[in-house]
């Protein structure tokens, strides 16, 4: 099997120069304790467990109750470093990736920083579902020009406290949690395809308070809006464009790749993936049914249940497909 590894390697003035990326030495995940059954949804909204499991595959979802995303990015973040074998402060970077921090300042991942005592650059990023794999390309950057050594990238999301809990088409399919990574300086960051498509008549999360007295309240804020059939056809045509694609510009085959990971938006999304690229459904990574939506946190807390419960071998082609608000997409291919 040949790989041509060719977005790592540009062309320098003078000759073609190797570029450094990472390995991911270590993931964690965090789900808060509190899990909603699709029953106890249908106590006060209009939907039933029948509806949810078979329009979504959501049987159940982990509701923070008074866990902050910086508070769950930081329990994530502990079993990664433990998995790493990695100390705070040998971590030289922190992104986290989140639509649902607490504060514009301090960020979510400054607030981690805080809580392990580490003095690593740490900001955020916000791509919405794709937030987590924006978060692995800028660390990559990172890399590439050899000013970190180690580096921590965490989705964490608290979807909860931005759902209007009245709308049954939004607040059943997501849920809360975070997932984190630890990365040091390797090879196996082999290529991304990012877009965005910036629009907001297909998803839109305006931010809530405006303390002007001048400001006119035209709009609810703070919630979730999605036209949900509408993301359903950008998710299917994206996660199937993006994985075909990422195999043929880095010439292998779709059968090379042993795991994906795919965004747990729908089931019937990543069923559909599935079935239109000919890849059995066992090489993707699902906990939707346990999970729901968590947005940046989906990826990473799905490749870590993957990474936890199978024996990755070093080597193994791992796709990671995520699609969202934005409108924005990100797919990842790594070499474990
Ligand atoms: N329970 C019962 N009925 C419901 C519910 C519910 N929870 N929600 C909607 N319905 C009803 C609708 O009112 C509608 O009824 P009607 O036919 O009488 O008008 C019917 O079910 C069908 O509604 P649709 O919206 O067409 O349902 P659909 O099959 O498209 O499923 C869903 C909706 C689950 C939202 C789906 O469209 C979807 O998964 N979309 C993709 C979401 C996604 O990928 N999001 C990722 C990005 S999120 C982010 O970035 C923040």
């Given at each position: 099997m040949t790989y041509f590894f060719s977005l790592l390697v540009v062309k320098s003035t003078s000759a073609e120069r190797k570029i450094m990326s990472f390995n991911i030495i270590g993931t964690g995940s965090y789900l808060p304790p509190q899990i909603v059954t699709n029953d106890d949804l249908a106590k006060t909204l209009d939907t039933s467990d029948e509806w949810i499991t078979q329009r979504v595959g959501i049987s159940t979802r982990h509701i923070s109750v008074d866990e902050c995303a910086a508070d769950m990015g930081y329990q994530a973040a502990l079993k990664a470093l433990e998995m790493a074998k990695t100390?705070?402060?040998?971590?030289?970077l922190i992104i986290a990736a989140s639509i649902t921090g607490d504060n514009i300042c301090p960020t979510v991942a400054g607030t981690i920083q805080k809580m392990l005592g580490s003095n690593a650059i740490s900001f955020d990023i916000n791509s919405a579902c794709s937030g987590f794999l924006f978060a692995l390309d800028t660390a990559a950057g990172f890399f590439e020009r050899g000013t970190v050594k180690k580096a921590l990238v965490i989705g964490s999301e608290r979807m909860s406290k931005i759902l209007d809990w009245n709308d049954r088409s939004t607040c059943v399919i997501f849920g809360d949690g975070a997932g984190a990574v630890v990365l040091e300086v390797g090879d196996g960051y082999i290529a991304s395809k990012l877009s965005t498509k910036g629009d907001d008549d297909v998803i839109k999360i305006p931010t809530g308070r405006n303390n002007s007295p001048f400001y006119k309240k035209t709009m609810d804020e703070g919630i979730v809006f999605m036209d949900g059939q509408e993301t359903f056809k950008f998710a299917v045509n994206t996660i199937t464009r993006e994985i075909s694609d990422i195999a043929n510009e880095n010439n292998i085959s779709l059968n090379d790749i042993k795991y994906i990971v795919p965004h747990q938006a729908n089931i019937r999304i990543i069923q559909y993936a599935s079935k239109r690229l000919n890849i059995?459904?066992?090489k993707f990574s699902v906990n939707i049914e346990r999970c729901g939506n968590t947005s940046a946190a989906s990826i990473p807390i799905a490749l870590d249940e993957l990474c936890r419960a199978k024996d990755l071998q070093k080597g193994s082609l791992i796709v990671f497909s995520a699609f969202g608000g934005g409108l924005s997409t990100a797919t990842t291919l790594i070499k474990w």
């Open positions: 100390q705070p402060d040998e971590i030289d059995p459904m066992e």
